[in-house]
């Protein structure tokens, strides 16, 4: 019975958590629910009697928000393919060959998280337009693939360690050579590492805005948080449509999240260590 | 620029290309903050668009870095004669850029709804003021305003050191605010929201434009850009800005003008289009149809004698309060001052400081300020010995590698199949983080700044000494750590709390754990901008629940230092604990069931086993996390910017990378930023190292 | 059917040497088993055939060819794992077919070879689950079904039943050597397991520290044991080592220690009495230990007295551990008499089963 009370009361606690934790994330709703003069009001209330969905209707009908969107997906995409080929195969190599300079990149992968990314900003633009790519895609989808990466490779490297090599030399001996042991059978079993990988460089595409603000000028090619940025003014911010747009900027990212959410939990390996 | 304005200059765009075939306009649009940034990074790389428009106080700092052209020697002398003086914007003896309005003033608007006749002078804007500012519903909290506006920022104050009788620069650009008028004036707006009350405690520019259009403000003070926003929503009425009473002189808002100047890049044919352009864009033809639209001022003289502009009673009345405003400064030295001015009135305004000494402090921080903008450091011996090193040292490098060829090339073949596999991710890698890593190094030893933008040289160590001797930055790295430690605390603790319950028995788990995850699935520049939303004094949500809850006066969340810091703290803190919570949960699902029920036949309680058991078993999962996370946390730049709005109150929200990019792109100490940047990284390092080292984590690597 | 022959086989990983120049044949149709303690290299000697590892000297040579420098998937040879290495994402089926795929047979071919191996280990019935459907005796035939379907020239087994219980285990071992006398393939097993070795090996190939200490048949390295180390691995309980020296009292020669003394007389060899006066070990398994309470004919001068210690009752027979002055034994007596610990016992030697080693060289001195 105490049990009972126990179970209940934690249960309670988690629901309250939950909630005040949900509503940040309500609020944005609430507001692009009202009109931009509605924007500072006394009321906790998200939806009152004033609301309505005008701020959606123009968002997508009046503004460029569904070429942004598209654009937005195509970069993603791309750099989330990049991301999962380039993060698998290194972090394989990471976790199953001992060559020389190993050691070097591992450590320098956690190393290049820790120079602060502002000053990279500069060096980014001097080299982007010495290859001539800047207003393309190409080069936003290098700079993006390649931020994720060191992350997403030892994320991918800890997911290796914990498959026995057994499993690879089983295949091996099976007639596979090296490359097709690891496409055919290392990777279907990585699937849930694989999973995070994808999302994290989806993550790192989809809301990015500092570096885009410098490699796109051509408001055709626009990414989300891009045009999402131009209905903010210094001193004059359309907060109706800024706040729709962010809530149709987090669903999708939001929907990867909870849909992947089984995979975070076992395939989140940053911390796995190989006893 | 405003929507409505971007979309009046694309019309006449189109109308250009249509009577031009073959040439085509791409408008790229930027903030004003980040038009300056990005502008100058891509002339840096050779690029960047044609025209640029934007507001006069750029024209210095572009000018000084050689990434505009003069425009004298592309334009006959009769065409800058067309315009009036001050949209013909001069910096040192050129013309650097040409108006296609003049403006952007602040005025008093009122509603006439609310106010019959605006007040002539501050006592009785004060009066009016104290009668319009009302609880109407009688619940201790204020309903209506009699006067908004974006008070704390240095724009929309500096009108009123005027008002007081000096002037907060001197021609020559160089600071005048160790004066009494800048005393008074900052005594006198203290005094409108402590004394008077008429005032809110917090207004920011958004606040403030809210109330005045939904008619919960009597007065605002703003620009003229604002107009267009209003007029379908406000009968409102404008005037100068009241004479300050104890004076009798009239308080000077900045005038300036928006322009366009012409990139540096820009030659050969396309110069020739683009001078074209130019003409077109600031014709009175456009200026007119931008007059009709929008109610721009012309700056054609041609278009300002238009039977159209005469006739237009806003523009007259508008015309006059033009007169009682003075230029806006186009010297680069304005940011220092804003800066220094900045910092100080925030003190004041929170209370930390009397005026005085803000005064006596914002001039000598002024001028300190515009020292080292100015500061070029000539390279020197050490300089050549750097450069010397940085050779000999790329040399060595070439050296072993020859001589361990043989090595290298064994340990290539052995290991043919890792090396191919590991080669894109390098080369990714390589290009957009070895690159600017190696690059920055390089300007950390340079001169680059504002008055080298172009040819900086390697100067030594000078940076990395200045930024260690400087007492600010054994402030900021403290305020760092307490930002890190208790971010990665709460992180850490919440995450494992939470991983811990949720990993019970419980009903509808599975949806808890995947709501809780959200957090960290919203984009954070969404996040941070809700939470500053959330901390706003009287309409964030948050003191709007302390307040019907808990029964707590509301706290001044942004404009104290400690509770500024503590809100950015509370974001940071909610965007991190899922990805703890995340790392945990798998970390608990390694461990056996067998282990508790074999310590409850001990007779071990909870909390023993949860001490015995549950953390050492999650510690190896969660020690990396936690490296991470401290690194992340270190590094996170994006919450206290927009949470702080860039450092409010008087910067004293900074942690070390946001106080590298004000370095870099506020103040142009590309040199110095670069520097802080190494000594950023090799903090960190040191950090992990050890960290790693003492949990015997090393074997990982 | 194929031979395997290792010539002067060498490896280590850094400074730390694992085998040092290895020789062995394994005839074409010989079920060998190389069994050792762990860490004795033998696991690796294994993945070297498999070409899982490159010797750093030596010839590796498989049907008369030498392999050193072919990938493992050419080899045709089949290896069965210690944890099994199935393919968690494929069926069983996928499992078996996996080989024949990447060798792009024909589907029916694959079909054809697939039923043959399942039926023959009798896991027809499971074709369809995941490998963690099933359970460890399962996922054990599956992965031998795996080296079945390939047909290989050569068997490779590193430690196969390791992770069985014991009844499986027991039961597993006869299910392979039944495939064994069915395919008569070359099979090549790697266990720690003595028991293992001696009931499937045609000839043994015993390891220790990088080394081959004896190869030979069960029979062979049961009853002529190389070393000292070859007699205490092979034999189950161990044999009893005891310290002493030969000598010759009133022209009889005796070996004496503390607390033993035997009439050597029998032995006819002249081999054993070079040693004379020099110590010796001399070796004798518990089962050619008797009480002389059930002796037909006694033997005085070959009795023991001893304590007992402990008594291991292993059902019919118990393991009786007793000692003689400084001389441990340990002897498999039947249960008909209970003995308890303290008691006074008196065992007779089997003089026709001793071994001897020398002191130093720890060598067989052949009798």
Not at chain 2, 449 to 468: P, Q, Y
Not at chain 3, 207 to 233: D, R
Request: proline share 5%; glycine share 6%.
């Amino acid at each position: 019975m105490s049990k009972k009370i126990e179970t209940l009361f934690i249960f309670s606690f988690l629901v309250l958590f939950t909630l005040a934790t949900l509503y940040p994330a309500l609020n944005i709703i609430g507001i692009s629910l009202r009109t931009d003069d509605a924007f500072q009001t006394r009321s906790l209330a998200l939806w009152t009697a004033e609301s309505s969905f005008r701020s959606y209707f123009t968002l997508f009908l009046e503004t460029d928000f569904l070429t942004w969107m598209k654009n937005s997906f195509l970069v993603s995409f791309v750099v989330t393919l990049t991301g999962v080929v380039l993060a698998s195969t290194s972090g394989y190599a990471l976790s199953r060959f001992n060559f020389m300079g190993r050691r070097a990149v591992l450590s320098s992968l956690l190393m290049t998280q820790m120079f602060p990314a502002t000053m990279l900003l500069l060096p980014f633009f001097i080299l982007l337009a010495k290859l001539k790519l800047i207003n393309s895609y190409l080069g936003l989808i290098i700079i993006y693939s390649s931020t994720a990466l060191p992350f997403c490779i030892w994320q991918m490297k800890g997911y290796y360690d914990t498959i026995p090599a057994a499993l690879e030399e089983a295949a091996r001996m099976d007639g596979c050579s090296r490359f097709s042991a690891f496409i055919k059978v290392i990777l279907p079993v990585s699937s849930p590492a694989l999973v995070i990988t994808a999302l994290f460089s989806f993550m790192a595409s989809w809301s990015e805005y500092v570096v885009a603000a410098i490699v796109l000028q051509d408001p055709e090619l626009y990414t989300l948080p891009l045009g999402l940025k131009s209905f903010q003014a210094s001193l004059a911010t359309q907060w109706g449509l800024y706040a729709a747009g962010a809530v149709v900027v987090s669903i999708p990212v939001t929907i990867l999240f909870i849909s992947l959410s089984r995979f975070l939990v076992s395939g989140l390996t940053v911390g796995s260590v190989k006893g | 620029m405003l929507y409505e304005n971007r979309k009046a200059l694309r019309e006449v765009c189109d109308k250009y290309e249509d009577s031009h075939p073959g040439i085509n306009i791409n408008l790229i649009y930027r903030e004003t903050e980040e038009l300056r940034s990005n502008f100058q990074s891509a002339a840096l790389g050779g690029s960047g668009p044609e025209l640029i428009y934007g507001p006069s106080d750029q024209v210095g700092p572009f000018a000084v870095m050689g990434i505009i052209k003069p425009l004298d020697d592309l334009f006959p002398p009769s065409f800058f004669n067309q315009f009036s003086s001050n949209a013909v914007v001069q910096f040192q003896d050129k013309t650097w850029m040409v108006g296609d309005g003049v403006g952007n003033h602040l005025m008093l608007m009122y509603n006439k709804d609310i106010v019959s006749s605006p007040p002539e002078n501050t006592d009785e804007m004060i009066k009016i003021g104290k009668s319009l500012t009302k609880d109407l519903d009688d619940d201790g909290i204020i309903d209506q305003y009699g006067l908004v506006w974006n008070f704390t920022e240095p724009f929309f104050y500096v009108p009123w050191i005027g008002g007081f009788g000096e002037w907060f620069i001197n021609d020559d650009g160089s600071p005048n605010l160790n004066t009494k008028s800048n005393e008074n004036a900052f005594a006198f707006i203290k005094s409108l929201r402590d004394e008077h009350r008429i005032i809110p405690k917090e207004c920011d520019y958004e606040t403030a434009n809210a109330l005045f259009k939904t008619g919960r403000a009597a007065m605002i003070i703003n620009g003229d850009w604002s107009w267009g926003d209003y007029r379908d929503k406000v009968d409102f009425g404008i005037a100068a800005l009241p004479m300050v009473s104890s004076t009798g002189v009239f308080p000077t808002p900045l005038v300036s003008t928006k322009g366009y100047s012409i990139n540096v890049h820009t030659t050969s044919e396309k110069l020739s289009h683009t001078i074209d352009l130019m003409t077109y864009l600031t014709s009175p033809e456009v200026q007119l149809h931008y007059m009709r639209r929008l109610n721009v001022q012309p700056s054609s003289l041609a278009a300002l004698s238009h039977p159209d502009v005469q006739a237009n009673s806003l523009l007259k009345q508008n015309a006059a309060i033009i007169k009682k405003g003075r230029p806006m400064p186009v010297v680069p030295e304005l940011r220092a001052i804003w800066d220094a001015l900045r910092g100080e009135y925030q003190s004041v305004l929170a209370g930390t400081k009397d005026p005085h000494t803000a005064a006596v402090e914002s001039q000598r921080k002024a001028i300190d300020q515009i020292k080292t903008m100015n500061l070029v450091i000539e390279p020197g011996v050490q300089g050549k010995f750097i450069k010397g090193l940085l050779f000999l040292f790329i040399a060595a490098l070439g050296i072993i590698f020859w001589i361990k060829k043989k090595i290298y090339l064994r340990s290539f073949q052995e290991n043919k199949f890792a090396y191919l596999m590991l080669l894109p991710a390098f080369l990714g890698i390589m290009s957009v983080i070895i690159f600017p890593f190696g690059y920055n190094l390089i300007i950390s030893l340079s001169n680059f700044s504002l008055r080298t933008f172009k040819d900086w040289e390697i100067i030594g160590f000078h940076h990395f000494a200045s930024v260690l001797t400087d007492g600010g930055f054994y402030s900021l790295f403290g305020k760092t750590i307490i930002w890190t430690v208790v971010n990665v605390c709460f992180h850490v603790s919440l995450g494992v709390f939470l991983a811990v319950m949720i990993n019970r028995t419980l009903p509808a788990k599975r949806t808890l754990r995947t709501l809780l995850i959200i957090p960290w699935a919203l984009p954070q520049y969404i996040a941070a901008l809700t939470w500053r939303g959330m901390f706003n004094q009287e309409y964030g949500s948050i003191n709007l629940i302390l307040n019907k809850f808990f029964n707590m006066s509301p706290i001044q969340w942004l404009s104290q230092p400690v509770e500024a810091f503590s809100a950015c703290i509370i974001t940071n803190i909610w965007l991190g604990f899922p990805f703890m919570m995340v790392v945990a949960l798998g970390g608990l699902q390694s461990i056996p069931k067998e282990m508790y029920e074999a310590s409850q036949v001990d007779g071990a309680s909870r909390w023993q086993q949860f001490w015995n058991i549950t953390l050492p078993m999650i510690k190896p999962v969660m020690i990396p996390a936690v490296i991470l996370g401290t690194i992340w946390t270190f590094n996170n730049i994006n919450v206290v910017w927009l949470v702080s709005n860039g450092g409010e109150p008087s910067d004293l929200t900074h942690i070390l990378v946001s106080y590298v990019y004000k370095a870099a792109f506020n103040l142009y100490r590309y040199g110095y930023a670069a520097a802080l940047s190494m000594i950023i990284f090799l903090i960190l390092s040191m950090f992990t190292v050890s960290f790693m080292r003492r949990s015997k984590l090393d074997a990982v690597v | 059917m194929a031979g395997v022959s290792l010539q002067a086989i060498s490896k280590s990983f850094g400074d730390n040497t694992i085998l040092k120049g290895i020789d062995v044949q394994a005839h074409s149709g010989e079920f060998m088993v190389i069994v050792g303690p762990s860490g004795c290299g033998k696991s690796t000697l294994l993945r070297i055939i498999a070409g899982l590892e490159t010797p750093d000297g030596g010839e590796v040579i498989i049907d008369g060819e030498r392999k050193n420098d072919t990938d493992p998937s050419k080899r045709e040879v089949a290896m069965v794992f210690q944890n099994y290495a199935l393919y968690p994402t494929m069926t069983v089926y996928e499992n078996l077919a996996f080989s024949q795929r990447i060798r792009k047979r024909s589907k029916d071919e694959i079909d054809k070879r697939v039923m043959e191996s399942a039926e023959m280990l009798k896991i027809d019935e499971l074709l369809d689950r995941k490998p963690k459907e099933l359970s460890g005796g399962q996922r054990q035939r599956v992965a031998l079904g795996r080296a079945l379907v390939r047909k290989p020239k050569v068997f490779l087994f590193d430690e196969p039943l390791s992770n069985l219980d014991a009844k499986l285990r027991q039961e597993m071992r006869l299910e392979i050597k039944k495939l064994h006398t069915q395919l008569n393939n070359t099979m090549i097993y790697v266990t720690h397991d003595q028991t293992e070795a001696m009931t499937m090996a045609d000839r043994i190939c015993l390891m220790n520290n990088g080394i081959i200490e004896q190869i030979g048949t069960p029979e062979e390295l049961y009853n002529k044991p190389a070393n000292t180390f070859v007699s205490t691995f092979i034999g189950m309980p161990p044999i009893n080592l005891i310290d002493g020296e030969v000598c010759t009292e009133n022209g009889s020669a005796f070996f004496i220690s503390d607390g033993v003394r035997i009439n050597l007389d029998k032995i006819k060899n002249i081999e054993l009495f070079k040693d004379l006066d020099k110590h010796v070990i001399m070796g004798i398994r518990p089962e050619n230990l008797h009480d002389n309470y059930f002796a037909e004919i006694k033997d005085p001068e070959n009795t023991i007295k001893c304590t007992v210690d402990l008594v291991e009752n292993l059902g019919s027979v118990a393991l009786v551990h007793s000692h003689s002055g400084d001389a441990h034994l340990s002897a498999t007596l039947t249960t008909e008499k209970i003995i308890h610990p303290g008691d006074s016992l008196d065992l007779i030697v089997d003089v026709n089963s001793l071994h001897f080693f020398h002191q130093e060289t720890k060598e067989r001195i052949k009798l």
